[in-house]
């Protein structure tokens, strides 16, 4: 039933990531170029979402925008899943020996620290900028993923056609890859589009800090923490990169939402 | 050579002692709340060079020798009255009498000569002690008189005593200066909720002019936006250094509020590292200054607030010299000079940003700008520790934009090991000369050769005088136009109905 | 009392139909419950049967519309609005369910849980009331307060609190959907005794649900057998038992009681599995301060041995250490003590490490080959991502040269072929195929590596009596034709009654009888095994 | 259940010995000296080494880590490099801010979803069902900063009904701070009450589908009071586990809303203190947070005890 979001969840992503994808090759407006004397115009035909501060066109920062919000979380998933999920793999492989629990203690030691503060300190030590975010959203992936693979992946260790490897003389590396990792895949794509979405928001949030992307890279949560002072003069200087991030956060949702109702028999079958 | 000054407050008393009848007549309030973008670490003007400590405490809770007027000048203070020997070398102060501390000590010399050699001393943490330095010894001569002795001859002690890191303290209280500061001024320190403000109550036993607010209170929200809401939502009475100009339009239409805008000391200049590499040549610091449009920066970044300079000095000093058309945009020259110095296929830098907006923003499109002759720029966003690490200590940067706010600093280019590196010993050698002149006339044109010969050598591009853009409620009268040191000096604030 | 009008209908389901999404679930059911007697419903999985009680109580899953009416005491309770039916509900009608470790609320004291039926239909004084349905359904108050939690209950104890919520304000019917299957069979006995003790007392009419035809042989005055959602036959015990039911009834009959024809039994000859002084135990219970659990010893010193070729049984109730004796015997477990032999070579022996899996297999390849394993799950045993074809193949990982990919095809096509599925099969996955098909398929798996030893975890516990009939001959006829050694391990005497030369009984980690299967079954030793065997439930016409 | 609770405290104190470790050692290396912030750009070299001795940043990492750690036992955190007073009278001061906004606006969140989630479970594939899940996803998906700015621009500066920020302090009564509180508390509580909405519904779709659900229909329960007395008490399980992370996020995570509403809260402390290089305070402020979260969930391990038996041993 909740397959209905599929359509408006898979729309919304579909056209963050063609507007990023295109931004690499084409934007209406080359925003390297400020034209001070256009700055801050309302929504026209000429430029469809207005102009900024210095005069570039907004939906071309949107665009590139677009691209530095997918690439920041993309890879910081990928960190987290990259770490995470042999990680967690592990775990399960070793339930109950000192490497799981090794683990399982640095998971619990992340989980303690208050992430956005740690996400500040990182990039206090090797300053701001996009890989910096990276490394400091993707760190806290880590165990996310660990810890939901290591649980999932123990219910598999018990059960049958696990022992059936087993007794078929299967290592536990090789029966990891071979019969755990893909029976673990469909939670791990909508916990990656969960963790997607969740570190678009953190980029947004740490580039509205300061502590994102650096200009002239155009990033929403810059473009909106820049439109701050501007809300009551140009509305839709803050109006449109907000939109943007609801948008694509709210799309990778319902994404994700769909994902795990079809994936999921359990809810297949129920509904 | 002697030369007297005299306090003359005696006029300006009488007037305002009228006003303050008339006012307290229509019952006219007598608190007021003063945003700040910054909170200060602690209390001590002595301790430390943030700005903000002075913004609060100077002229408010602790007076020097000598102080700043609104409009830069120098005025006596807790000093009535000083004289320069003919050589000079030495200073003799006649203090004000019957001035007391907050904490009820008396002022007297000794309290000088504990003031002084304390900033002195060896394991000082005076952020300016290089001002006073030249400082050979103080004397004291009687309670109230005492004698400054120099090592060389000196022209500026009355203007480096009139800095907030020289005020006169109470031997009593150093200890706890920072978080409790008692000082002679016509406030008192009241209380610091840290994080949001600082209270600052009148002290009745001042020695002058008594305040005409009971009241006064700093807070601090660093956030434009918040600040904009706060002024907006009636939350403050007066923002002297509103952190976003381009809300100013806002409130020049709004009757509730007056903008005013006024000078400061802050020479906002796009330094470079003249040390090694292609800044080295003249050639390339010159194509930079020209394919940069300082209006273009002032209006897109500072919202049209701001004078263009040319060079490292302030516009509205009477000794300016205006060498903005000597470097102005031409950015076929500029991409001349660079082939000319061998950067024909263009030029990578590295451009590191402090936290102010005029840097941030200013620098965003100045890299815009050298994008147009063909200068990439990487930029990097840097915290003030890391800006003063990095750049400042470090030397490892390119480009950097930063505003001077120290009044009088072109001297600076006369330290090679400054941060930019400018190394010119016919610079110094002027500087010297400067340094111990006592002639105004040949002191202004040393320093019209100063600026001429670092606008001439572009050791930096000089981008704008930073403007002092304040908002108050309308009703609000007394506050600093100006800014030519930084302070908010509440003494002759007060509320007109 | 209700005594006098025993036998009149109380309960009667007309035309009645339940759609689900367009599919039909129930068709055209009609049967008639009589007051204080009993109605055995029997059918096999999907057969509907658990559907047909909750039409009647009017609890059917959302979405399901449901046809036709039900007729109690007077009233048709597919025309009453829920208000009507709460009062019926658990007043008039109780109902039981199968899984007695789910069906209590695990947050609420079975006492509260009790009381809150009794609440609900108005009685006063609901907590000594409770205490006393308790009571009566065999849970002592000093022994089991009414202040305990499920969790703290054995899974026969929790079904006891779940009848005594479903008859604590005595209504007229309690219908129990396959009550005892979760259960062991001597659990199964007391709780068949206790509703039958209830029905003489109450003289209330029971519905008893169940797939397995012995356990209403006793019980039921009459029965319904349902298939494919619809009733094949309907009446009297005794009259559909004897002789009047239909074809599939008659199937039932004899899958239930089916057993290999005598000429498959061969001689046993050469030693080949030894096990001797078997120790093997997991932490259990509460942990200390710095982390270690006392052992629970699962596995208390077994010894025993399988013989080539011979088909060995070991039973015993749940608990009793059988499933950590398979992993154990199949070197998925570390074991602390004793040793395991194949055919003199030490397979596993007490190692050092206390870990739960280690790094290395710690069973040879070569010995691997000989001793392979079908589990009770048919559904749970296979990768759902892997194709027929792989799955049969991956224990060929174990040998030496691993065939080609053509040759690695044939033999698997051979072997299904062996287990009676077509070769196609091999392109397609395991859930495009019914339980009985998954067990051959696991057959084909563990056969691949012409092992001399297959170990059978309840193999047949899952299936359906007539699917379960075809696997044992099928095994049968494989211990015939590769004189394979079978090593039987099951809860359900029954099974291995007919198929196994020798019985090992286990209890609490530990045989406490071992022998020919016949003499065991005709003279059992131990009270225990006495015990168990009186408890199986027989059809008529069995012993 | 007391050797329980012994080996949850021997857990928790290894975990913030580590943290401690990892926390000094990480902050440590980040470049730049207090001293020469504090001292700005005229300061001559001998002035800034004057400052770091007075601060005591001369002496070996490893014995201002003992002095560190073992004063933090003793409840002293040190003298703040900058603002030169003890830091566990800074630290109270910012708690007296941080903690009843992040109570304010968990409270907020569960007043807000404990209805919402249970309205949309009992209407399942309902129009309000459908209405309030969406609500959540656009709640989820709505960054809390620029929420906090549409309110303020809303509520201070056009309606002008709340202050648009700045904490007046407990002193200036209760109502009156409460009010500085409002804004950033609904900012805060928004994406927090959708999620928590949504993981209550479907913690009551689940226990919904479970067998003594059946059990309490059969007894003839009503849909409602099986939702009330035996569907949302085995729902609560997942509930605290969010409700316990959600208020450790509340705590240290409310960094951007402070910086909105400028309240002086300890996630500013932190913000203020990296970038002045007052290294001890950041040190402190983050261990009290890792504090803070490991002892929210133990206390979250405790509530389970609390709701279900079966964890009680």
């Given at each position: 039933?909740?397959?209905?979001?599929?359509?408006?969840?898979?729309?919304?992503?579909?056209?963050?990531?063609?507007?990023?994808?295109?931004?690499?090759?084409?934007?209406?407006?080359?925003?390297?170029?400020?034209?001070?004397?256009?700055?801050?115009?309302?929504?026209?035909?000429?430029?469809?979402?207005?102009?900024?501060?210095?005069?570039?066109?907004?939906?071309?920062?949107?665009?590139?925008?677009?691209?530095?919000?997918?690439?920041?979380?993309?890879?910081?998933?990928?960190?987290?899943?990259?770490?995470?999920?042999?990680?967690?793999?592990?775990?399960?492989?070793?339930?109950?020996?000192?490497?799981?629990?090794?683990?399982?203690?640095?998971?619990?030691?992340?989980?303690?620290?208050?992430?956005?503060?740690?996400?500040?300190?990182?990039?206090?030590?090797?300053?701001?900028?996009?890989?910096?975010?990276?490394?400091?959203?993707?760190?806290?992936?880590?165990?996310?993923?660990?810890?939901?693979?290591?649980?999932?992946?123990?219910?598999?260790?018990?059960?049958?056609?696990?022992?059936?490897?087993?007794?078929?003389?299967?290592?536990?590396?090789?029966?990891?890859?071979?019969?755990?990792?893909?029976?673990?895949?469909?939670?791990?794509?909508?916990?990656?589009?969960?963790?997607?979405?969740?570190?678009?928001?953190?980029?947004?949030?740490?580039?509205?800090?300061?502590?994102?992307?650096?200009?002239?890279?155009?990033?929403?949560?810059?473009?909106?923490?820049?439109?701050?002072?501007?809300?009551?003069?140009?509305?839709?200087?803050?109006?449109?990169?907000?939109?943007?991030?609801?948008?694509?956060?709210?799309?990778?949702?319902?994404?994700?939402?769909?994902?795990?109702?079809?994936?999921?028999?359990?809810?297949?079958?129920?509904? | 050579?002697?030369v007297t000054v005299k306090a003359a407050h005696a006029a300006a008393s009488a007037?305002l002692?009228?006003?303050?009848?008339?006012?307290?007549?229509?019952?006219?309030?007598?608190?007021?709340?003063?945003?700040?973008?910054?909170?200060?670490?602690?209390?001590?003007?002595?301790?430390?060079?943030?700005?903000?400590?002075?913004?609060?405490?100077?002229a408010?809770?602790?007076e020097g020798l000598t102080r700043f007027g609104?409009?830069?000048a120098v005025e006596p203070a807790l000093a009535a009255s000083w004289e320069?020997?003919?050589?000079?070398?030495?200073?003799?102060f006649t203090l004000q009498e019957n001035v007391?501390?907050?904490?009820?000590?008396?002022f007297?010399?000794?309290?000088?000569?504990?003031?002084?050699?304390?900033?002195?001393?060896?394991?000082?943490?005076?952020?300016?002690?290089?001002?006073?330095?030249?400082?050979?010894?103080?004397?004291?001569?009687?309670?109230f008189t005492?004698?400054?002795?120099?090592?060389?001859?000196?022209?500026?002690?009355p203007?480096?005593l009139a800095?907030?890191?020289?005020?006169?303290?109470?031997?009593?209280?150093?200890?706890?200066?920072?978080?409790?500061?008692?000082?002679t001024?016509p406030?008192?320190?009241?209380?610091?909720?840290?994080?949001?403000?600082?209270?600052?109550?009148?002290?009745?036993?001042y020695w002058g002019e008594?305040?005409?607010?009971?009241?006064?209170?700093?807070?601090?929200?660093?956030?434009?936006?918040?600040?904009?809401?706060?002024?907006?939502?009636?939350?403050?009475?007066?923002?002297?250094?509103?952190?976003?100009?381009?809300?100013?339009?806002?409130?020049?239409?709004?009757?509730?509020?007056?903008?005013?805008?006024?000078?400061?000391?802050?020479?906002?200049?796009?330094?470079?590292?003249?040390?090694?590499?292609?800044?080295?040549?003249?050639?390339?610091?010159?194509?930079?200054?020209?394919?940069?449009?300082?209006?273009?920066?002032?209006?897109?970044?500072?919202?049209?607030?701001?004078?263009?300079?040319?060079?490292?000095?302030?516009?509205?000093?009477?000794?300016?010299?205006?060498?903005?058309?000597?470097?102005?945009?031409?950015?076929?020259?500029?991409?001349?000079?660079?082939?000319?110095?061998?950067?024909?296929?263009?030029?990578?830098?590295?451009?590191?940003?402090?936290?102010?907006?005029?840097?941030?923003?200013?620098?965003?499109?100045?890299?815009?700008?050298?994008?147009?002759?063909?200068?990439?720029?990487?930029?990097?966003?840097?915290?003030?520790?890391?800006?003063?690490?990095?750049?400042?200590?470090?030397?490892?940067?390119?480009?950097?934009?930063?505003?001077?706010?120290?009044?009088?600093?072109?001297?600076?280019?006369?330290?090679?090991?400054?941060?930019?590196?400018?190394?010119?010993?016919?610079?110094?050698?002027?500087?010297?000369?400067?340094?111990?002149?006592?002639?105004?006339?040949?002191?202004?044109?040393?320093?019209?050769?100063?600026?001429?010969?670092?606008?001439?050598?572009?050791?930096?591009?000089?981008?704008?005088?930073?403007?002092?853009?304040?908002?108050?409620?309308?009703?609000?009268?007394?506050?600093?136009?100006?800014?030519?040191?930084?302070?908010?000096?509440?003494t002759r604030?007060?509320?007109?109905? | 009392?209700?005594?006098?009008?025993?036998?009149?209908?109380?309960?009667?389901?007309?035309?009645?139909?339940?759609?689900?999404?367009?599919?039909?679930?129930?068709?055209?059911?009609?049967?008639?419950?009589?007051?204080?007697?009993?109605?055995?419903?029997?059918?096999?999985?999907?057969?509907?049967?658990?559907?047909?009680?909750?039409?009647?109580?009017?609890?059917?899953?959302?979405?399901?519309?449901?046809?036709?009416?039900?007729?109690?005491?007077?009233?048709?309770?597919?025309?009453?609005?829920?208000?009507?039916?709460?009062?019926?509900?658990?007043?008039?009608?109780?109902?039981?369910?199968?899984?007695?470790?789910?069906?209590?609320?695990?947050?609420?004291?079975?006492?509260?849980?009790?009381?809150?039926?009794?609440?609900?239909?108005?009685?006063?004084?609901?907590?000594?009331?409770?205490?006393?349905?308790?009571?009566?359904?065999?849970?002592?108050?000093?022994?089991?307060?009414?202040?305990?939690?499920?969790?703290?209950?054995?899974?026969?104890?929790?079904?006891?609190?779940?009848?005594?919520?479903?008859?604590?304000?005595?209504?007229?019917?309690?219908?129990?959907?396959?009550?005892?299957?979760?259960?062991?069979?001597?659990?199964?006995?007391?709780?068949?005794?206790?509703?039958?003790?209830?029905?003489?007392?109450?003289?209330?009419?029971?519905?008893?649900?169940?797939?397995?035809?012995?356990?209403?042989?006793?019980?039921?005055?009459?029965?319904?057998?349902?298939?494919?959602?619809?009733?094949?036959?309907?009446?009297?015990?005794?009259?559909?038992?004897?002789?009047?039911?239909?074809?599939?009834?008659?199937?039932?009959?004899?899958?239930?009681?089916?057993?290999?024809?005598?000429?498959?039994?061969?001689?046993?000859?050469?030693?080949?599995?030894?096990?001797?002084?078997?120790?093997?135990?997991?932490?259990?219970?509460?942990?200390?301060?710095?982390?270690?659990?006392?052992?629970?010893?699962?596995?208390?010193?077994?010894?025993?041995?399988?013989?080539?070729?011979?088909?060995?049984?070991?039973?015993?109730?749940?608990?009793?250490?059988?499933?950590?004796?398979?992993?154990?015997?199949?070197?998925?477990?570390?074991?602390?003590?004793?040793?395991?032999?194949?055919?003199?070579?030490?397979?596993?022996?007490?190692?050092?490490?206390?870990?739960?899996?280690?790094?290395?297999?710690?069973?040879?390849?070569?010995?691997?080959?000989?001793?392979?394993?079908?589990?009770?799950?048919?559904?749970?045993?296979?990768?759902?991502?892997?194709?027929?074809?792989?799955?049969?193949?991956?224990?060929?990982?174990?040998?030496?040269?691993?065939?080609?990919?053509?040759?690695?095809?044939?033999?698997?096509?051979?072997?299904?072929?062996?287990?009676?599925?077509?070769?196609?099969?091999?392109?397609?996955?395991?859930?495009?195929?019914?339980?009985?098909?998954?067990?051959?398929?696991?057959?084909?798996?563990?056969?691949?590596?012409?092992?001399?030893?297959?170990?059978?975890?309840?193999?047949?516990?899952?299936?359906?009596?007539?699917?379960?009939?075809?696997?044992?001959?099928?095994?049968?006829?494989?211990?015939?034709?590769?004189?394979?050694?079978?090593?039987?391990?099951?809860?359900?005497?029954?099974?291995?009654?007919?198929?196994?030369?020798?019985?090992?009984?286990?209890?609490?980690?530990?045989?406490?009888?071992?022998?020919?299967?016949?003499?065991?079954?005709?003279?059992?030793?131990?009270?225990?095994?006495?015990?168990?065997?009186?408890?199986?439930?027989?059809?008529?016409?069995?012993? | 259940?007391?050797?329980?609770?012994?080996?949850?405290?021997?857990?928790?104190?290894?975990?913030?010995?580590?943290?401690?470790?990892?926390?000094?050692?990480?902050?440590?290396?980040?470049?730049?000296?207090?001293?020469?912030?504090?001292?700005?750009?005229?300061?001559?070299?001998?002035?800034?080494?004057?400052?770091?001795?007075?601060?005591?940043?001369?002496?070996?990492?490893?014995?201002?880590?003992?002095?560190?750690?073992?004063?933090?036992?003793?409840?002293?955190?040190?003298?703040?490099?900058?603002?030169?007073?003890?830091?566990?009278?800074?630290?109270?001061?910012?708690?007296?801010?941080?903690?009843?906004?992040?109570?304010?606006?968990?409270?907020?969140?569960?007043?807000?979803?404990?209805?919402?989630?249970?309205?949309?479970?009992?209407?399942?594939?309902?129009?309000?069902?459908?209405?309030?899940?969406?609500?959540?996803?656009?709640?989820?998906?709505?960054?809390?900063?620029?929420?906090?700015?549409?309110?303020?621009?809303?509520?201070?500066?056009?309606?002008?009904?709340?202050?648009?920020?700045?904490?007046?302090?407990?002193?200036?009564?209760?109502?009156?701070?409460?009010?500085?509180?409002?804004?950033?508390?609904?900012?805060?509580?928004?994406?927090?009450?959708?999620?928590?909405?949504?993981?209550?519904?479907?913690?009551?779709?689940?226990?919904?589908?479970?067998?003594?659900?059946?059990?309490?229909?059969?007894?003839?329960?009503?849909?409602?009071?099986?939702?009330?007395?035996?569907?949302?008490?085995?729902?609560?399980?997942?509930?605290?586990?969010?409700?316990?992370?959600?208020?450790?996020?509340?705590?240290?995570?409310?960094?951007?809303?402070?910086?909105?509403?400028?309240?002086?809260?300890?996630?500013?402390?932190?913000?203020?203190?990296?970038?002045?290089?007052?290294?001890?305070?950041?040190?402190?402020?983050?261990?009290?947070?890792?504090?803070?979260?490991?002892?929210?969930?133990?206390?979250?391990?405790?509530?389970?005890?609390?709701?279900?038996?079966?964890?009680?041993?």
């Amino acid at each position: 039933m909740r397959l209905r979001s599929l359509i408006p969840g898979a729309l919304l992503v579909l056209l963050v990531v063609v507007a990023a994808t295109v931004s690499i090759v084409w934007t209406p407006y080359d925003i390297t170029r400020l034209v001070i004397a256009d700055r801050l115009q309302p929504p026209s035909a000429t430029h469809w979402l207005g102009t900024d501060q210095y005069g570039r066109d907004i939906v071309s920062m949107l665009m590139i925008g677009a691209r530095t919000s997918l690439v920041v979380a993309l890879v910081a998933v990928g960190i987290g899943a990259g770490l995470g999920v042999p990680l967690g793999l592990l775990a399960a492989a070793r339930r109950g020996t000192l490497v799981d629990e090794a683990i399982m203690r640095m998971n619990d030691l992340v989980f303690a620290f208050p992430a956005l503060v740690i996400a500040i300190m990182i990039t206090a030590v090797y300053g701001a900028g996009a890989v910096n975010a990276i490394i400091a959203i993707g760190i806290f992936n880590v165990p996310v993923f660990a810890r939901l693979v290591r649980g999932a992946a123990l219910s598999l260790w018990t059960r049958e056609f696990v022992l059936a490897a087993r007794v078929a003389g299967k290592g536990t590396a090789r029966i990891s890859f071979e019969h755990v990792l893909p029976n673990l895949a469909s939670l791990l794509v909508v916990q990656a589009t969960i963790q997607f979405s969740l570190g678009i928001l953190a980029e947004a949030g740490l580039a509205y800090v300061g502590l994102g992307a650096s200009p002239p890279t155009p990033s929403w949560g810059r473009m909106l923490a820049e439109s701050q002072t501007l809300v009551s003069i140009a509305p839709h200087v803050a109006l449109f990169p907000g939109l943007a991030i609801v948008g694509a956060v709210l799309g990778l949702n319902l994404l994700g939402d769909a994902l795990r109702d079809w994936l999921d028999p359990r809810l297949r079958h129920a509904r | 050579m002697t030369v007297t000054v005299k306090a003359a407050h005696a006029a300006a008393s009488a007037a305002l002692l009228t006003l303050m009848l008339s006012a307290g007549a229509h019952a006219a309030r007598t608190d007021v709340t003063i945003g700040m973008v910054l909170e200060p670490p602690n209390l001590d003007p002595t301790g430390g060079a943030a700005a903000a400590i002075d913004e609060i405490v100077y002229a408010n809770v602790f007076e020097g020798l000598t102080r700043f007027g609104p409009d830069g000048a120098v005025e006596p203070a807790l000093a009535a009255s000083w004289e320069v020997s003919e050589d000079g070398r030495r200073y003799v102060f006649t203090l004000q009498e019957n001035v007391d501390f907050h904490d009820g000590s008396e002022f007297d010399a000794e309290d000088v000569k504990f003031s002084i050699e304390r900033a002195l001393a060896e394991d000082s943490t005076n952020a300016q002690k290089p001002l006073l330095e030249n400082i050979a010894d103080v004397e004291v001569i009687d309670t109230f008189t005492v004698a400054l002795n120099l090592a060389e001859p000196s022209g500026d002690l009355p203007f480096n005593l009139a800095w907030g890191d020289a005020v006169m303290l109470d031997a009593a209280s150093v200890d706890t200066l920072a978080t409790a500061p008692v000082g002679t001024g016509p406030f008192r320190f009241d209380r610091w909720v840290q994080g949001d403000r600082v209270e600052l109550v009148k002290f009745d036993g001042y020695w002058g002019e008594p305040a005409q607010l009971d009241k006064a209170v700093f807070k601090f929200i660093s956030e434009p936006t918040a600040a904009f809401a706060a002024m907006m939502a009636g939350d403050l009475d007066a923002f002297p250094n509103f952190p976003a100009p381009e809300n100013l339009v806002q409130f020049e239409s709004d009757a509730r509020f007056a903008v005013v805008v006024g000078s400061t000391e802050g020479e906002t200049i796009l330094a470079m590292n003249g040390r090694e590499g292609p800044l080295a040549d003249v050639r390339v610091r010159r194509a930079i200054a020209r394919a940069i449009d300082r209006q273009e920066i002032i209006d897109g970044a500072m919202y049209g607030y701001g004078t263009p300079i040319g060079t490292h000095f302030a516009p509205h000093n009477p000794a300016y010299v205006d060498l903005v058309e000597q470097s102005a945009t031409d950015r076929d020259a500029a991409k001349a000079l660079l082939k000319e110095a061998g950067h024909a296929d263009g030029l990578v830098l590295s451009l590191k940003l402090p936290p102010p907006a005029y840097a941030r923003r200013g620098g965003e499109i100045i890299a815009a700008q050298l994008r147009e002759v063909g200068i990439d720029t990487d930029i990097e966003n840097l915290e003030w520790a890391q800006w003063l690490e990095q750049v400042f200590k470090g030397h490892d940067f390119d480009l950097t934009i930063v505003s001077h706010t120290e009044p009088m600093d072109i001297n600076i280019y006369a330290r090679p090991d400054y941060y930019f590196g400018y190394d010119d010993a016919d610079f110094q050698a002027l500087m010297a000369d400067f340094a111990v002149e006592t002639d105004d006339a040949t002191r202004t044109e040393l320093l019209g050769e100063a600026q001429r010969r670092i606008a001439d050598e572009q050791v930096n591009a000089y981008l704008f005088q930073l403007a002092k853009t304040g908002v108050a409620a309308a009703a609000l009268k007394g506050l600093w136009e100006n800014s030519p040191t930084q302070a908010n000096d509440l003494t002759r604030v007060h509320w007109e109905d | 009392m209700r005594a006098e009008d025993a036998g009149r209908a109380l309960l009667s389901l007309e035309a009645v139909g339940v759609r689900i999404g367009g599919a039909d679930i129930l068709t055209d059911i009609a049967f008639t419950v009589r007051a204080g007697k009993t109605l055995g419903i029997v059918g096999e999985s999907g057969s509907g049967k658990s559907m047909c009680a909750l039409a009647a109580m009017r609890l059917l899953p959302r979405g399901a519309a449901l046809s036709g009416s039900i007729g109690f005491d007077g009233q048709d309770l597919a025309r009453l609005d829920e208000r009507a039916l709460q009062a019926i509900r658990g007043g008039e009608i109780g109902m039981v369910f199968q899984e007695p470790m789910t069906a209590l609320n695990p947050l609420k004291t079975i006492g509260d849980q009790v009381a809150e039926s009794l609440r609900q239909h108005g009685t006063a004084d609901v907590h000594r009331r409770a205490a006393a349905t308790l009571e009566r359904v065999g849970l002592a108050n000093d022994t089991v307060p009414p202040g305990r939690y499920p969790h703290e209950l054995s899974g026969g104890q929790r079904q006891r609190v779940v009848i005594a919520i479903a008859i604590a304000c005595r209504p007229k019917l309690l219908i129990a959907d396959e009550p005892t299957t979760a259960l062991d069979v001597t659990t199964q006995a007391a709780i068949l005794e206790l509703l039958r003790t209830l029905q003489r007392e109450d003289g209330l009419a029971l519905v008893l649900i169940t797939h397995d035809l012995a356990v209403v042989a006793d019980m039921a005055d009459d029965l319904v057998v349902m298939k494919d959602g619809r009733v094949v036959d309907a009446g009297s015990f005794d009259a559909v038992f004897a002789a009047t039911g239909s074809a599939y009834t008659r199937s039932l009959i004899t899958a239930s009681s089916w057993a290999p024809d005598p000429s498959t039994r061969r001689k046993a000859g050469g030693e080949l599995l030894v096990v001797e002084g078997l120790v093997v135990g997991y932490p259990a219970g509460p942990r200390t301060l710095f982390g270690a659990r006392e052992r629970f010893r699962a596995v208390d010193g077994l010894s025993f041995r399988v013989e080539a070729g011979e088909s060995v049984g070991l039973v015993g109730e749940s608990g009793c250490g059988k499933s950590t004796l398979t992993r154990a015997l199949l070197g998925l477990t570390d074991i602390d003590e004793g040793t395991v032999r194949f055919r003199g070579e030490t397979m596993t022996a007490a190692t050092t490490s206390t870990s739960g899996a280690s790094r290395r297999d710690p069973v040879s390849r070569s010995l691997r080959r000989e001793i392979q394993v079908v589990f009770q799950d048919p559904y749970g045993s296979f990768d759902p991502r892997h194709r027929v074809e792989r799955l049969v193949a991956e224990p060929l990982h174990l040998l030496e040269r691993r065939p080609s990919a053509a040759r690695r095809r044939e033999r698997v096509g051979a072997m299904l072929e062996r287990v009676g599925i077509a070769p196609g099969a091999m392109r397609r996955y395991i859930h495009e195929f019914s339980g009985g098909q998954r067990q051959r398929i696991a057959i084909a798996r563990a056969l691949i590596v012409e092992p001399s030893l297959v170990v059978l975890d309840e193999a047949v516990s899952a299936l359906d009596v007539s699917v379960r009939a075809q696997v044992l001959a099928l095994l049968a006829e494989l211990a015939r034709d590769e004189g394979l050694a079978y090593l039987f391990i099951s809860h359900d005497l029954s099974v291995v009654q007919n198929v196994t030369d020798r019985l090992l009984v286990m209890r609490a980690g530990k045989i406490v009888e071992r022998g020919d299967t016949a003499d065991v079954f005709a003279a059992p030793a131990h009270t225990y095994t006495r015990a168990l065997i009186a408890a199986v439930p027989t059809l008529p016409g069995q012993s | 259940m007391i050797a329980y609770l012994a080996r949850r405290a021997l857990v928790l104190a290894a975990t913030l010995v580590v943290a401690s470790l990892v926390v000094f050692t990480t902050i440590e290396i980040v470049p730049g000296d207090p001293a020469a912030y504090m001292l700005g750009l005229n300061a001559s070299p001998e002035t800034v080494m004057a400052l770091r001795r007075e601060l005591g940043l001369e002496r070996s990492g490893f014995a201002r880590y003992l002095d560190w750690s073992t004063g933090m036992l003793r409840g002293d955190f040190g003298v703040s490099y900058t603002y030169r007073t003890p830091i566990a009278g800074m630290i109270a001061d910012r708690v007296t801010v941080s903690l009843p906004l992040a109570l304010f606006a968990l409270t907020l969140a569960i007043a807000v979803a404990l209805p919402a989630g249970l309205l949309a479970a009992s209407r399942r594939g309902g129009a309000l069902d459908t209405a309030v899940m969406g609500f959540t996803q656009i709640g989820i998906a709505v960054p809390n900063f620029w929420f906090a700015m549409l309110l303020v621009l809303l509520f201070a500066i056009e309606l002008r009904w709340l202050p648009s920020g700045g904490f007046p302090g407990w002193q200036a009564g209760v109502g009156t701070a409460l009010r500085a509180l409002i804004l950033p508390s609904i900012a805060l509580a928004l994406p927090q009450a959708a999620i928590l909405a949504r993981v209550l519904r479907s913690a009551l779709l689940d226990t919904l589908g479970e067998d003594y659900i059946r059990t309490a229909r059969a007894k003839g329960l009503s849909p409602r009071a099986t939702l009330w007395r035996h569907a949302l008490r085995n729902a609560m399980i997942p509930v605290l586990t969010i409700i316990g992370l959600q208020f450790s996020f509340l705590l240290a995570g409310a960094i951007i809303i402070e910086n909105v509403f400028f309240l002086p809260g300890l996630g500013r402390l932190v913000f203020q203190s990296i970038a002045s290089r007052d290294l001890v305070v950041v040190e402190s402020v983050v261990m009290l947070l890792v504090f803070a979260v490991v002892m929210v969930t133990f206390l979250v391990d405790l509530a389970y005890a609390w709701v279900d038996p079966r964890l009680r041993r």
